[in-house]
Structures are given as C-alpha cells and as structure tokens.
C-alpha cells in the first residue's frame, strides 16, 4: 500500500506539468483559431490547423518538461504522439457528443470529455516519452 502512495505521489510533478501544458495548448489552439478566422478561415477549417499546431506545442512541451526525454526528437516519436493526441481528440469530442445529447449542460460534456481524453492522453504519453534515463 505504501508503495502505491509513494508512486502516486512520484507523479505529482509530471501531471502538474502535463496540466500546464494542456493549459498552453489550449492558449495555442484557440490563439491560431482566432487569428484564422480573423483572416477569414471558416471555423472548421481552422481548427484542424489550430488542433495540429496545439498538438506540436504539447509533443516540444511533455517531451522535454513533463517527462524529461533525454534522447533527441524523431518523426517516428512525433507520430506515435501524433496519432495518441487524435486518439484523445476522439474520445473528448465523443463523450462530449454524448453527455450533450443526452440532455447535459455543454460545459458538463466539455468538463467530461477533456478529463477523461486528459487522463488517456498523459497514460499514453507517459509510456510513449517517459523512457529510462
């Protein structure tokens, strides 16, 4: 039991700096979606580009900050990441399709569905950057 705890409380660090860096991509994503449409992108367009843009800032972010990966970035790392950040995307924007349907408050399927694609994503990321030094 004790074990758990000191190992629970080891990832401390690493989810404080993985929420900053959600925090960043989320500043990241909405910033190149606004300067988008400002220059007369649809919305929907947009977000795609805004969505890989955040994906990127978060790969340079978790890679050298949250999990402190010593060796040097690769294009077959970038789209291991790539493809677990769309992985997340799906789950978010399910469930949040979801809890909305179902008659919920959008903020209670936003809340939702970036909590639990979160936790997938920091799962995932970990096993992917977060190698033996």
């Keep these: 039991m004790m074990g758990a705890f000191k190992r629970l409380h080891g990832l401390a660090p690493q989810v404080a ?8 991509a989320f500043l990241v994503d909405g910033g190149v979606l606004w300067a988008l449409t ?12 805004s969505i890989f843009v955040a ?3 978060t790969w340079v972010f978790n890679r050298s900050l949250t ?5 040097g970035p690769s294009f077959a790392e970038f789209g291991k990441y790539l493809a677990i ?3 997340g995307s ?3 924007y399910t469930i ?7 008659g919920a408050h959008l903020v209670v399927g ?18 992917l950057l977060d190698r033996p030094k």
């Design 17 to 24: 700096s993985f929420a900053i860096s959600g925090g960043l």
């Design 38 to 49: 400002a220059a007369s992108v649809p919305p929907l367009i947009g977000r795609v580009f």
């Design 55 to 57: 994906i990127v800032c």
């Design 67 to 71: 999990f402190r990966t010593t060796s």
């Design 85 to 87: 950040s769309l992985a």
């Design 90 to 92: 799906a789950i978010n």
């Design 96 to 102: 949040f399709s979801i809890v909305v349907l179902l």
């Design 110 to 127: 936003l809340v939702l569905g970036t909590v639990v694609a979160a936790t997938f994503n920091f799962v995932r990321y970990r096993k």
